[in-house]
């Protein structure tokens, strides 16, 4: 046994500063490996395992365990990571699948928050995983927002910047709030409207919760002449800034208030030293026929550059309960639609 495979350990007893600095020290060190992003989803049915490669300095990775409809079996995730050096990779790999097996896995599920380009497809093959759906965006738009706010805005496109002044011009104000019930409904109403799974209420009032403490979430709304009109909840992590959660409603539309929202998120987060705005998720391939292109030209209107990831890969370990399980979640969502995790 190699000194890194031997010096993988558990993370539990760092406690949340002492791993997020620890995270922030790899360079794909991202939110969703986080320990407050993992003391989120165990609210939600996910056990959380962290752990260290020696003792942090070669990475770290937070594990997701959740249990299946398939009787003593779970699915292991491991969203936006592992974060570790390229040398620890195959050491880490296995120690996932040993636990995973152990734990009655019936699949490992590993989503790097590597661009395409990385190395890490090379690592997964030949080791029994395969390419499979992936559970977060496998592309987005990355702005950077380290510069003086009239610099900014002239980076954005033409039609961006006028909408933003339309909005302006037109009385729409944008404020802090901590009304998440507000929230929840403006993003079940886009939900709706866009066919997409969204969290409800309880899971945006525990994000706040979890994260106000250190200042890493804000909820913002955008309001006119006592309608509230739409909202974002845009996260913080080192010096990102991540738009995760927005909805909208139909009426006065014609304001541009999503435009107004998004800019004073922007210059928020640069006041709290953030340099990048991840808008979390834009079409891998924009067609004009595709249902998200006008969130598309939303998103890139502010400019900014594409970045795309190299997806999810998974092991199958237990072929037979892995495919029953299939069926039963397929079974399930013809009567209760997932929300998304």
């Known amino acids: 046994m190699s000194e890194t495979a031997a010096a993988i350990t558990h993370g539990h007893a760092l406690g949340a500063e002492a791993w997020d600095r620890l995270l922030l020290e790899q360079p794909e060190g991202n939110l969703l490996q986080s320990w407050t992003w993992g003391q989120l989803q165990a609210r939600f049915g996910w056990r959380i395992e962290r752990l260290l490669v ?8 937070s594990l997701q365990r959740t ?95 006028y909408n933003l002044n339309l909005a302006e011009r037109k009385g ?29 209420a309880a899971y945006y009032q525990a994000a706040v919760d979890l994260f106000s403490p250190r200042d890493e979430v804000r909820l913002y709304l955008a309001q006119h002449e006592g309608d509230t009109l739409a909202g974002i909840m845009v996260f913080r992590f080192g010096k990102t800034a991540y738009y995760l959660f927005g909805g909208s409603t139909e009426r006065k539309r014609e304001l541009m208030p999503n435009y107004l929202l998004h800019w004073q998120a922007m210059l928020d987060f640069r ?42 890969y998974q092991h199958v370990l237990r072929p037979g309960p892995f495919r029953l399980e299939r069926r039963l979640q397929q079974l399930k969502a013809r009567v209760r639609q997932p929300i998304l995790r």
């Open 172 to 200: 729409v104000t944008v404020v802090g709030s901590k009304d998440v019930r507000t929230f929840a409904g403006l993003a079940g109403e886009t939900a709706k409207r866009q066919r997409i799974h969204l969290p409800g």
């Open 54 to 61: 020696q003792d942090g300095r070669h990475g770290l990775c």
């Open 271 to 312: 006041a709290l030293g953030c340099d990048t705005y991840d808008w979390w998720g834009i079409p891998e391939e924009p067609a004009p026929d595709h249902p998200w292109f006008g969130l598309y030209r939303f998103k890139t209107g502010f400019g900014g550059e594409t970045v795309r990831y190299i997806g999810l």
């Open 67 to 161: 249990a299946t409809l398939f009787p003593k079996a779970a699915v292991y995730y491991i969203p936006r990571g592992p974060a570790v050096l390229p040398a620890a990779r195959i050491q880490v790999l296995d120690e996932l699948e040993r636990r995973a097996r152990a734990g009655g896995g019936i699949v490992l599920r590993v989503e790097p928050n590597d661009r395409v380009g990385d190395q890490w497809p090379a690592f997964f093959e030949g080791r029994g995983f395969t390419a499979g759906d992936p559970v977060q965006p496998q592309a987005t738009q990355m702005l950077r927002i380290d510069r003086e706010p009239e610099t900014l805005k002239a980076g954005f496109k033409p039609k961006t910047r």
